[in-house]
């Protein structure tokens, strides 16, 4: 290797290094901390067919599990665009930004299903956490057009990163990095934010044995795709608050 | 006059037996809450002086208590301004089952680590409830 090969490698070693999302070129997090790139997965429908962004419902939450095999996750098309480049914390005070929903109205974001605060998630049996329409009320907040976990009644808004806006919740969502292609279908690529997964493994072992066949199982990490359904289909009850 | 005061006494008696179930339900909850508070002691005196029969006993004994808030009778018990929420106390019943059995699944298999982490989310579900039904 001659000498100017050597230093293009150690300098491109460093630079992801010091930023492991400039392995995929794009730097989601103001400083490259909490953002983890996962394989990117194309969000598919049941039937495993991709799902063009032009046909989610609004105010739908659909759930896809990313990125791995029991880490439930909500998509959601918002009614109004959402805000650009919101200045996020993590509850151990790391800084990062939220970059924007995605889509041709801004309007397509995925965060993480799995409450902040005591890591509440939808299983195939409830779910205690989803998105609040815009005209509908919740107890958790003054008005719809939040997520919300009726657990502890903690509301997030997904207009902007899942920021906070009340409950016990100390941290946002995380939210998942999501990438349009030209042909209007919809890709996971990444987790921005604290993440709760490894929380969320160690407490839910005997859970993952029901719906898993056990932690390995459940620890799986996504690749190709993840199967979306309407939360409606993933749950069968939904208690809301 | 007659119909309004049968009426009358009708509606007194029937208000009176309805406050009467009310109360032999919250007497229930409470004696199934010390129930479930010496359970939880029992487990942890277990684990800590490493008896693994003390710590199935005591999950045994926790199981017992959740009749109540596993069924719909869990309304009745909750404070008014709370009872909405039944939902939320049946699923943490649903959860101190299923992270109880795991605790004696886990005992059996030798798994002490695991039996122990189980008796830390029964405990954290404790609270959770509390947190919320309680207004703690």
Same mark, same amino acid.
């Given at each position: 290797?001659?000498?100017?090969?050597?230093?293009?490698?150690? &300098?491109?070693? =460093?630079?992801?290094?010091?930023?492991?999302?400039?392995?995929?070129?794009?730097?989601?997090?103001?400083?490259?901390?909490?953002?983890?790139?996962?394989?990117?997965?194309?969000?598919?429908?049941?039937?495993?067919?991709?799902?063009?962004?032009?046909?989610?419902?609004?105010?739908?939450?659909?759930?896809?599990?990313?990125?791995?095999?029991?880490? *439930?996750?909500?998509?959601?098309?918002?009614?109004?665009?959402?805000?650009?480049?919101?200045?996020?914390? !993590?509850? &151990?005070?790391?800084?990062?930004?939220?970059?924007?929903?995605?889509?041709?109205?801004?309007?397509?974001?995925? +965060?993480?299903?799995?409450?902040?605060?005591?890591?509440?998630? *939808?299983? #195939?049996?409830?779910?205690?956490?989803?998105?609040? =329409?815009?005209?509908?009320?919740?107890?958790?907040?003054?008005?719809?057009?939040?997520?919300?976990?009726?657990?502890?009644?903690?509301?997030?808004?997904?207009?902007?990163?899942?920021?906070?806006?009340?409950?016990?919740?100390?941290?946002?969502?995380?939210?998942?990095?999501?990438?349009?292609?030209?042909?209007?279908?919809?890709?996971?690529?990444?987790?921005?934010?604290?993440?709760?997964?490894?929380?969320?493994?160690?407490?839910?072992?005997?859970?993952?044995?029901?719906?898993?066949?056990?932690?390995?199982?459940?620890?799986?990490?996504?690749?190709?795709?993840?199967?979306?359904?309407?939360?409606?289909?993933? !749950?069968?009850?939904?208690?809301? +608050? | 006059?007659?119909?309004?005061?049968?009426?009358?006494?009708? !509606?007194?008696?029937?208000?009176?037996?309805?406050?009467?179930?009310?109360?032999?339900? #919250?007497?229930?909850?409470?004696?199934?809450?010390?129930?479930?508070?010496?359970?939880?002691?029992?487990?942890?005196?277990?684990?800590?002086?490493?008896?693994?029969?003390?710590?199935? =006993?005591? =999950?045994?004994?926790?199981?017992?208590?959740?009749?109540?808030?596993?069924?719909?009778?869990?309304?009745?018990?909750?404070?008014?301004?709370?009872?909405?929420?039944?939902?939320?106390?049946?699923?943490?019943?649903?959860?101190? #089952?299923?992270?109880?059995?795991?605790?004696?699944?886990?005992?059996?298999?030798?798994?002490?680590?695991?039996?122990?982490?189980?008796?830390?989310?029964?405990?954290?579900?404790?609270?959770?409830?509390?947190?919320?039904?309680?207004?703690?």
């Amino acid at each position: 290797m001659d000498r100017r090969v050597f230093l293009k490698v150690v &300098a491109g070693a =460093a630079a992801v290094a010091v930023s492991p999302s400039l392995i995929r070129g794009n730097l989601y997090a103001a400083d490259g901390r909490l953002y983890v790139g996962y394989e990117k997965a194309q969000i598919v429908d049941a039937a495993g067919v991709p799902i063009k962004v032009s046909a989610l419902e609004k105010e739908v939450t659909y759930i896809f599990n990313y990125p791995y095999a029991s880490t *439930p996750c909500m998509l959601i098309n918002l009614p109004e665009p959402t805000q650009q480049e919101v200045a996020l914390k !993590s509850e &151990a005070g790391e800084e990062y930004v939220w970059k924007s929903g995605v889509g041709k109205d801004r309007t397509i974001v995925a +965060y993480s299903a799995i409450c902040a605060h005591q890591l509440t998630h *939808p299983t #195939r049996n409830d779910s205690f956490i989803q998105y609040v =329409a815009k005209n509908k009320p919740t107890m958790a907040y003054t008005t719809g057009g939040v997520i919300v976990c009726s657990s502890h009644l903690s509301a997030y808004d997904p207009k902007a990163g899942a920021k906070v806006l009340g409950g016990a919740a100390s941290q946002p969502l995380a939210a998942v990095v999501l990438e349009r292609a030209d042909d209007d279908t919809l890709w996971a690529v990444g987790v921005l934010g604290s993440d709760k997964f490894q929380d969320y493994f160690r407490a839910f072992k005997p859970e993952f044995k029901e719906f898993y066949d056990g932690i390995a199982q459940a620890k799986t990490l996504v690749s190709i795709s993840a199967k979306t359904v309407k939360l409606t289909e993933y !749950s069968k009850e939904l208690i809301q +608050y | 006059m007659k119909k309004l005061l049968s009426a009358l006494a009708l !509606s007194a008696l029937l208000a009176g037996s309805m406050q009467a179930v009310e109360n032999d339900h #919250r007497t229930m909850l409470m004696k199934d809450m010390r129930t479930m508070l010496e359970s939880m002691e029992q487990i942890q005196r277990g684990g800590l002086y490493s008896s693994s029969d003390e710590m199935k =006993a005591g =999950a045994k004994k926790l199981q017992g208590t959740l009749k109540t808030l596993e069924s719909e009778e869990v309304k009745w018990i909750l404070p008014k301004d709370q009872k909405y929420a039944y939902q939320f106390a049946q699923k943490t019943s649903k959860m101190l #089952r299923l992270y109880s059995d795991d605790m004696v699944t886990s005992i059996d298999a030798g798994r002490m680590d695991d039996a122990l982490e189980d008796y830390t989310q029964l405990l954290k579900q404790c609270t959770s409830c509390h947190i919320r039904i309680r207004n703690w």
